[in-house]
């Protein structure tokens, strides 16, 4: 019997050996393409800081927004401990 697992990715999502899911565990479909940024990717908290501007503008707030100002946060956080860790995308 395979052993389940999960990994978490962000706070609304999570990688399971059935796939990506939701927070409500929903099943991401297999054809909806999903992208990932890393904390190591110097480009990537520009993203994530213009996402949050253009939600906000928007009017998306709660548990999406609450979301978004944790990953930047923890993006801030990775850059100052592991500046030799950054850099540019391949």
Do not use: S, W
Not at 14 to 29: F, S
């Amino acid at each position: 019997m395979e052993k389940e697992f999960a990994y978490r990715i962000g706070v609304k999502y999570r990688a399971t050996n059935k796939g990506i899911v939701n927070e409500k565990g929903d099943l991401i479909p297999p054809d909806e393409p999903i992208v990932l940024f890393r904390a190591k990717d110097t480009l990537a908290l520009r993203l994530l800081l213009e996402y949050e501007t253009d939600c906000c503008a928007q009017k998306v707030y709660g548990f999406h927004i609450a979301g978004i100002r944790d990953m930047i946060r923890d993006f801030i956080y990775f850059r100052a401990r592991n500046p030799a860790r950054m850099k540019l995308p391949d």
